[in-house]
């Protein structure tokens, strides 16, 4: 596959991360969508972009581990290892409409004992976002990595869990 050529000043993975796009795979990573615990009190600020959110929120911690091979880590003179990816979180509601939006660029400078654990497990990045509490959202996750043009997307749904459900005793 090709690598991505954005236009100057444009977001790379902005068309990527559409709803309803197949999944970008020349970077592979997992990630992990987890509520919040406990979850920001309501006074809390808005983890996001959008400033028009409004309603009841749920908090996600979304904590990504992308595979090191994958992406692109110059050697440095003290023996380290510098690079950096763009990481990108897009939420949309059933409608298609985009809810909440983060991310931003992940600059690393890896000391050699930085880059030996990185090797082992990955390189990680974490971002929260609050979405919206009672509705089906489709979060779309997604990694460029500038120094390539390669980029990785996922688009991971997240369903209400009625409350009912979530606190049963389990038999």
Known sequence: TPAIVAAAGADPLQPLMAMGMPNATQLLYGVRVLPATPQPPASAPQAGRNANLAGPVTRYSVDFMIRW??????????????????????????EGHAVNWI?????????????????????????????????????????????????????????????????????
């Open 69 to 94: 091979s994958d992406v692109e880590l110059e050697p440095a003179t003290d023996g380290g290892h510098t690079g950096s990816v763009e990481v990108q979180l897009l939420a949309y509601d059933r």
């Open 103 to 171: 991310g931003g660029t992940e600059r690393m400078d890896l000391t050699p004992q930085l880059y030996t654990a990185v090797q082992r497990s990955g390189v990680p990045a974490h971002f929260d976002i609050d979405l919206p509490s009672n509705q089906d959202i489709d979060l779309e996750t997604g990694i460029y990595d500038p120094s390539t043009g390669k980029a990785g997307t996922l688009s991971i749904p997240l369903r209400p869990v009625p409350a009912t459900t979530a606190s049963a005793p389990v038999p």
